[in-house]
């Protein structure tokens, strides 16, 4: 299982651009790389998953470089509400997931 | 669609009492994980189910057990409860081996006394 290391918490401002590196040096050949959201008391919600490249849909894009030792999560114009714990994965489809500390985003007006 | 349902989606028991946790995934999953996530912590692997077998545990004693009915919905049981079993019970569904990533129920609070 790739170990991932991640910003313990950020803060941003409504508005900005928020960018979160993710370190995943060990990263196997099959394994894919998945964020997620987490709220209070709730369960985490699915952002964006890729595998190289970049992924992109409705709520935010994946950039992950060549080498795929490392991922960046961003996410256009923030809002109060993405205030949140986001968490970064690594694992391929035939694995347990384990997630990692994250990182707590704190936006603020 | 309905998504990931768990319940009760509180429970209050007794230390030394049994606690039961429901979980009915997505359908068209076959993946049923559970995790247990503590007031202010990270979520802990707890159990992996796929087509009716257990696929993987995490590091959790004994006491902490599950089964994945044909449906595919899975029950999370616990033993002899004690207090530090208090904690946020998550269960999430996915395709085969994660394919497309997970997603979660709201999760059953789990308050030993």
């Known amino acids: 299982l790739a170990k991932t290391t991640q910003p313990i918490s950020m803060d941003s401002y409504e508005g900005q651009e928020v960018n979160i590196t993710c370190s995943h040096n060990?990263?196997?050949?099959?394994?894919?790389i998945t964020w997620y959201q987490q709220f209070p008391s709730q369960g985490p919600r699915f952002i964006i998953q890729g595998y190289k490249t970049k992924v992109t849909n409705e709520v935010a894009s994946l950039f992950i470089p060549a080498d795929r030792k490392s991922s960046t999560l961003s996410l256009p114009r923030v809002s109060l509400s993405d205030t949140a714990v986001y968490y970064c994965?690594?694992?391929?489809?035939?694995?347990?997931?384990?997630f990692g500390k994250g990182t707590r985003l704190h936006i603020l007006p | 669609e309905a998504g990931v349902t768990q319940s009760p989606t509180h429970l209050i028991k007794t230390r030394g009492q049994q606690a039961t946790l429901r979980c009915s995934p997505i359908s068209g999953h076959t993946s049923v994980y559970w995790y247990q996530q503590a007031l202010g912590l990270g979520l802990q692997f707890l159990l992996w189910y796929d087509e009716g077998e257990e696929r993987n545990r995490g590091n959790f004693p004994p006491r902490f057990s599950g089964r994945q009915f044909p449906n595919y919905s899975s029950e999370l049981n616990v033993n002899a409860l004690e207090l530090e079993d208090s904690a946020l019970y998550l269960c999430?569904?996915?395709?085969?081996?994660?394919?497309?990533?997970?997603?979660f129920g709201s999760g059953t609070r789990l308050t030993v006394v």
């Open positions: 999430a569904s996915s395709f085969p081996g994660g394919a497309g990533g997970y997603t």
């Open positions: 994965l690594v694992g391929d489809w035939d694995d347990k997931i384990i």
């Open positions: 060990n990263i196997a050949t099959n394994d894919y």
